[in-house]
């Protein structure tokens, strides 16, 4: 306004800074950075294109140290608001899962079972695996077989031993692992009429009613055997046993 004063009324610039206010050092004041502001701004602009990556403290730290520019690192982020440079943060996806079906419980014996692996170290290294079925109405537990490897064919033997004596069960509950999805077992399940039910992803605590046992019976049953020596089992000693001091 004072200036537009000047041009187009005519008034003087001491009578014009005095009706305002302000000092004629202030009037005759003439940007010299607006040449600088040019420049860092074409800068920022090569930098945004070949460094995506790269924000405005990159940036900055790029022309301070590499380019021996001695600007200020406020100025440079001022022209960096202005231009609109920032990196667009992506939003984090998220995986909608579906709500896990209810676990049915069942109402006679036989009507379901559940099956899964159980593994632990021994003292030389090696790991053993258990295979465990039970019952889900009453939790009884109908086989555990041990050894090094429990390929699918054993998990059809143990299955046929116990339907020999117990009947076969309306359907088997199990997890998705390779010895559970081969087809080997859905062949046998077809044979035999069985339904295999598989829980669905990340449910693993929904897999048998009986995994809370499996830490009580590695560390009372099965290591206990294996300290005191288990005629029918083949296995040495596990690590376990070694550690507490086990005859």
């Known amino acids: ?31 010299k950075q ?3 502001n040019v420049e860092i701004a074409d800068c920022l ?9 790269w924000g405005v403290g990159l940036c ?8 021996g520019y001695g600007w200020n690192h406020k100025r440079v982020y001022r022209i960096y608001r202005e231009l609109e440079l920032k990196l667009r943060i992506k939003p984090r996806k998220r995986i ?6 209810s676990l049915t419980v069942p109402e006679s014996i036989n009507q379901c079972w559940s099956m899964d692996f159980m593994h632990d170290p021994l003292s030389d290294g090696r790991s053993y695996r258990l295979f465990n079925v039970i019952d889900d109405i009453n939790r009884e537990a109908l086989a555990i077989d041990i ?52 829980i669905q992803p990340s449910t693993h605590s929904r897999t048998l009613i009986f995994y ?15 300290c005191h020596g288990y005629d029918d089992s083949h ?13």
Not at 235 to 247: M, Q, T, V
Request: glycine fraction near 4%; proline fraction near 4%.
């Open 34 to 36: 607006s040449a600088e």
């Open 147 to 198: 050894n090094f490897s429990l390929p699918p064919v054993r998990v059809v033997r143990s299955l046929n031993q116990i339907i020999e004596w117990r009947g076969k069960p309306v359907s088997i509950r199990s997890d998705n692992g390779p010895e559970y999805i081969s087809g080997t077992l859905k062949s046998w399940a077809e044979q035999h009429a069985i339904r295999l039910d598989y």
């Open 212 to 226: 809370h046992r499996h830490k009580m019976l590695c560390q009372l049953d099965i290591q206990s055997r294996l």
């Open 96 to 101: 909608i899962r579906e709500k896990p079906a």
């Open 235 to 247: 296995l040495p000693r596990s690590k376990h046993c070694a550690d507490n001091g086990c005859n």
């Open 45 to 53: 602009v090569r930098l945004a294109h070949h460094q995506r990556n």
């Open 1 to 31: 306004m004072a200036q537009q004063s000047v041009e187009y009324k005519g008034v003087s610039i001491r009578l014009v800074c005095m009706a305002f206010g302000i000092s004629q050092t202030c009037y005759r004041y003439q940007s």
């Open 60 to 67: 900055f730290l790029y022309l301070r140290n590499m380019k």
